[in-house]
């Protein structure tokens, strides 16, 4: 299965939150792209916008993307 990508989502802002780490932000979509590159996938994309959080890369940091579970798009294959 092909993990969502940059490119998959369409809107001009991407928001992350992550409830556990008290964290919220907001990133322009264009920005990411150049930065990243259009094919960087949203996992990958977490783990580098977790950087804050007190507890990335583990099970207690719970960072996600509201504007894609929006758009429905999953960043991982369903458990
Ligand atoms: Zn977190």
Known sequence: ???????????????MVCHRCDR???????????KLGATTEFVELRRIMAIGCDRRGTDQCEAKFP????????IEASK
Request: with cysteine; hydrophobic share 40%.
């Open 1 to 15: 299965m092909r993990l969502p990508t940059l490119r998959d989502f369409r809107g001009d802002k991407i928001d």
């Open 67 to 74: 504007c894609l579970l929006a758009a429905n798009i999953l």
């Open 24 to 34: 919220y932000g907001s990133y322009d979509r264009e920005e990411l792209v150049k």
